[in-house]
């Protein structure tokens, strides 16, 4: 079975520019995270999402931010325009759903995507 | 708000030798898991070991075990028989699965873990 897998691996622009960053998650998974961990500092939640529905943007920076999960599959993590503190790795997991008497306890990452804004 | 603290940013340890990783926390809720993720460069992160607040017996897998003392609000790693493979940056996370729970990890600032032969 497949991972939770993320595209690209490296990107490098510009600053001023735009870049969408994408995750596939495992397939099933209802939840899908977005975290980002800046300069050696701890990874931070950005936004959940639910299926196609998000459930908690509240760690999102600002509105140049833009995430979708399209049809509850795939998510894309827009930055438009880049800003040179936008510079980082960009994780995204994903986790079963979770309902009455069940807990999911376990979430799966990605291997990141280093973001480097110049 | 809850936190997640690793005081240390490095630590090293010769192969075959036992090394411990600190992680502190602060929350005010009793329903939680604590989980110890690994990173390996250039690789996704796994997770190593989960706790679950209510349980006071300790997390074991294989070479690595918590000593969760829930009063001191701490939760380290101990890493025994250290091997090569398990170089890599670790993050202790907490999730709330009380009111606050939302889903999402708190993480902690990581520990590079540097193995030596």
């Known amino acids: 079975e497949a991972g939770v897998t993320q595209f690209p691996s490296h990107s490098v622009i510009e600053k001023g520019q735009t870049v969408t960053l994408r995750c596939d998650p495992i397939?099933?998974?209802?939840?899908l995270y977005w975290y980002r961990r800046v300069m050696g500092k701890e990874i931070k939640f950005l936004l959940h999402?639910?299926?196609?529905?998000?459930?908690?943007e509240s760690g999102m920076p600002n509105n140049r931010f833009l995430a979708e999960r399209t049809g509850g599959t795939y998510s894309t993590l827009k930055v438009q325009p880049a800003e040179l503190e936008d510079s980082g790795v960009y994780f995204c997991?994903?986790?079963?759903?979770?309902?009455?008497?069940?807990?999911?306890?376990?979430?799966?990452f990605g291997q990141g995507t280093r973001l480097t804004v110049v | 708000a809850q936190t997640v603290t690793q005081s240390q940013p490095e630590m090293s340890v010769q192969e075959a030798e036992t090394v411990t990783l600190s992680c502190t926390y602060d929350t005010s809720e009793s329903d939680y898991y604590l989980f110890w993720y690994k990173q390996p460069p250039s690789r996704q992160m796994i997770l190593v070991i989960r706790q679950e607040a209510y349980k006071q017996q300790n997390a074991t897998e294989n070479r690595f075990s918590v000593n969760f003392q829930k009063a001191a609000k701490s939760f380290s790693l101990k890493i025994s028989d250290s091997q090569l493979g398990d170089a890599a940056m670790y993050f202790c996370?907490?999730?709330?699965?009380?009111?606050?729970?939302?889903?999402?990890?708190?993480f902690g600032q990581g520990t590079t873990l540097q193995v030596k032969p």
């Open positions: 397939s099933g998974h209802d939840n």
């Open positions: 999402f639910v299926k196609e529905s998000k459930q908690d």
């Open positions: 996370a907490y999730r709330s699965y009380g009111s606050s729970n939302t889903g999402k990890l708190i």
């Open positions: 997991a994903s986790s079963q759903k979770e309902g009455k008497g069940f807990r999911t306890t376990e979430a799966f």
